[in-house]
């Protein structure tokens, strides 16, 4: 045996004990958690493509995620607020509602091309939920959370109510702003069509973009300390009304996107953005309320439990598929309590 | 400061709330009466507005029960449209497909509520605040849906009701009212008034009671109260099991009130305006639930009244807002303007009121009466104090 076969026991010893050290560093309790979670997905996939075959599974897969980057988008505009100013806000649909009506009026009436409504929609509701956010929320004691969603609330019937005076409650049809409308390409097996296809894309380009935003600019670093703690981010001067009307207008403009985005598979009208708002809502808790990457992850798996559930289990059908997808999220919430990627709070007495 | 102050337990402080009890007993009985003998417009079915009166009592139960969950124990609870439902759906089941009576299905509908509350609030044990409101909203949104897959027994999206002389509750021959279609109103009013009170009284002694003070202790900071011996997840599951009952008892009296069950009655809109009703009438308080249900009940009902009509409005408003109905007449959509208002007094109301009715109430009356403490240890240890004195100074 020469000298270079023999087993270096010292450098493996080094190796271990740097892989537990690694595996000490994700945490020994999420590592369970998301391998046990992995193999619920794995057993499932296996016999989903056994009864079924690949085809059917590979097509669903691509249905539940497309419909997961909706979900993903909206919920994306909740963390903001949350982030922002720690509660939900309920009238977040019907703000996004709100800017797909004026993205379709900039179309419709004005006769502007779909490409440029879309961004002009959602500056204009940006500039729209900045004012709101001055008038409805910042005049509350911020730690009043009940008031301030009683307020969110009243928002979302003023808007629904408006939207329906204003619009009038017959379903409209929203144009669509991608290429090769109608067309379908091939991918493993599904047939993708490609407006859901740039309908993914359009959304994770949207988080690369709020993600640079708030990593790389200034506004954007204000932002993350007035998340962190409010209190020491006022000391260190932080104007933290205008900081939270920046997030407000951002997410108004994300939320107008993933309502422009949700008209290319439904009509719009002034209730149109409900059942939306329900799964955005599982979906930003699901990956923690305060993570923008768990918004996309909560979306995606939302969106892929209701069409896998709905599909393959008989006897949840789709009455129950939306119910399902609560359950797996109560489910999931048990063991994380904060959400997939949400921060722990610490609690003082 | 206050322009009279009484001391607790003296006699001018119990006559004071001897009063402030005969005001509130002769409301209750005067409504009703009042509503018969012409005080609603004529133009207004009087039976419909009883049955409305009716309406408010049986929410404002459910609100109640809410506000022992959110109010009491700190827990944001959004889902108990779904109680409210499965009370409702048990009572109508019972009556309808197994020819119960009415007061025969309040146990059951109370113990099952009760037992499925204790269900829901296992999770809430390990997730809470926002996560726990969102959960529970999706709770509220799930019903319906349970609602239409199981349509062989609650009849799906065409609702349920009782078939013609199944659980009829007809007036006793004693119940003297001479116009017959206010007999039966009245006497639904009479009998959901009774056990609103009863619900009360109870919630208000479950919250002065040992369970009740840890309840609050939990809400107010649950560390310190676990810190102190109290049992969490006991009283957490409690508070949701508790809350869950009263829900399912206010859907069971909605069904004695009107005896009709569908998906579209129990859905999200309930969950969240029981909430809007809780935080307007107070959240922590036991009155509060009134005010909020009348809030329920009433709102949304004027204000699509005067987005039809602006007949019924005060005359000054009548006259400002003319300009706007004329307008409103031009557009499809016009009836929204109802939901547009309702927003509106909401956002108006939180401004003036953050703290909701029952606080606004207080801070007035705080104006004007002020009650001093004066417990019973005091007033012992003065007592004593008073005979000790004259032995140490003879």
């Not at chain 1, 690694?22 to 057993?43: N, P, Y």
């Not at chain 1, 009238?91 to 996004?96: I, S, T, Y």
């Not at chain 2, 102050?5 to 009890?21: D, E, G, L, M, P």
């Amino acid at each position: 045996m020469s000298d270079t076969d023999r087993i270096d026991v010292s450098s493996l010893n080094q190796k271990l004990g740097e892989a537990y050290a690694s595996l000490r560093h994700i945490g020994r309790a999420r590592a369970i958690t998301f391998s046990v979670l992995l193999g619920v997905v794995v057993v499932f996939s296996i016999w989903a493509i056994a009864t079924e075959g690949w085809d059917l599974f590979a097509q669903r897969v691509v249905d539940g995620a497309t419909n997961g980057f909706i979900y993903a988008a909206m919920a994306l505009a909740l963390v903001l607020i949350y982030k922002a100013t720690t509660v939900v806000n309920f009238a977040q649909g019907e703000m996004a509602m709100f800017g797909t009506f004026i993205a379709y009026v900039i179309f419709h009436d004005w006769g502007w091309p779909v490409g440029v409504a879309i961004p002009l929609a959602m500056l204009i509701s940006g500039i729209l939920a900045a004012g709101l956010e001055r008038v409805l929320i910042r005049p509350f004691d911020p730690s009043n959370h009940l008031a301030i969603t009683i307020a969110t609330l009243s928002l979302f019937l003023i808007l629904n109510g408006l939207a329906g005076v204003i619009w009038g409650f017959d379903g409209k049809g929203f144009p669509s702003p991608f290429p090769l409308r109608n067309e379908r390409f091939d991918l493993l097996g599904a047939q993708v069509e490609w407006t859901k296809a740039f309908i993914a894309l359009t959304v994770i380009v949207a988080v690369i973009l709020v993600t640079l935003l708030l990593n790389t600019t200034k506004i954007g670093l204000a932002f993350r300390a007035l998340s962190s703690n409010l209190e020491s981010s006022r000391l260190v001067g932080v104007h933290s009304g205008r900081t939270i009307q920046f997030g407000w207008a951002l997410a108004a403009a994300m939320g107008t996107l993933a309502g422009c985005l949700f008209a290319q598979t439904t009509a719009i009208e002034p209730n149109f953005m409900g059942r939306l708002l329900v799964f955005s809502f599982a979906a930003a808790t699901l990956g923690g309320l305060d993570s923008l990457g768990g918004a996309v992850a909560g979306g995606l798996i939302v969106g892929l439990v209701q069409t896998m559930a709905g599909g393959y289990i008989d006897f949840v059908g789709t009455e129950l598929a939306t119910g399902t997808a609560l359950l797996v999220i109560v489910v999931i919430l048990m063991v994380k309590p904060t959400g997939l990627f949400g921060s722990k709070k610490v609690e003082r007495v | 400061m206050a322009l009279v102050t009484v001391k607790q337990n003296s006699a001018a402080h119990r006559a004071y709330v001897t009063i402030a009890w005969i005001i509130g007993i002769g409301i209750l009985v005067y409504i009703p009466v009042a509503w018969k003998v012409g005080f609603a417009p004529a133009s207004i079915d009087k039976g419909f507005r009883i049955t409305q009166i009716n309406e408010v009592i049986c929410y404002a139960v459910a609100i109640l029960g809410l506000n022992l969950v959110i109010g009491y124990s700190g827990q944001l609870s959004l889902g108990n449209s779904a109680f409210v439902g499965l009370g409702a759906y048990t009572t109508v089941i019972l009556v309808a497909d197994h020819g119960w009576s009415y007061f025969a299905t309040l146990p059951v509908s109370a113990a099952l509520c009760f037992a499925v509350g204790l269900i829901i609030g296992v999770p809430a044990l390990r997730i809470s605040g926002l996560y726990l409101a969102i959960v529970t909203l999706s709770l509220a949104f799930v019903f319906p849906t349970l609602v239409l897959k199981y349509d062989s027994i609650t009849g799906g999206p065409n609702g349920k009701q009782p078939g013609r002389g199944q659980g009829e509750l007809h007036p006793p021959s004693w119940f003297d009212e001479a116009d017959r279609r206010l007999r039966e109103p009245l006497w639904k009013y009479c009998i959901l008034v009774t056990m609103a009170a009863v619900l009360f009284l109870a919630a208000r002694n479950f919250i002065k009671s040992r369970p009740g003070r840890a309840l609050i202790a939990v809400r107010d900071n649950h560390t310190s109260a676990a810190v102190s011996g109290v049992n969490l997840p006991l009283y957490k599951t409690m508070a949701f099991g508790v809350s869950a009952a009263y829900g399912g008892l206010a859907g069971s009296m909605l069904m004695i009130n009107e005896p009709f069950a569908s998906d579209q009655r129990f859905g999200l809109q309930l969950a969240i305006f029981l909430v809007v009703g809780l935080v307007v009438g107070g959240a922590g308080t036991i009155s509060g639930a009134i005010p909020g249900a009348v809030l329920y009940v009433f709102g949304p009902y004027f204000m699509s009244q005067w987005s039809n009509d602006q007949s019924g409005m005060p005359p000054g408003v009548r006259q400002s807002t003319a300009w706007l109905f004329d307008w409103l007449e031009t557009r499809q959509g016009k009836g929204a303007i109802a939901t547009v208002m309702f927003g509106v007094s909401l956002v108006i109301f939180v401004f003036l009121l953050p703290g909701g009715f029952i606080d606004g109430v207080r801070r007035v009356r705080a104006r004007i009466i002020r009650v001093v403490p004066n417990p019973t240890w005091l007033r012992h240890r003065q007592a004593a104090a008073a005979v000790e004195e004259p032995a140490v100074v003879g």
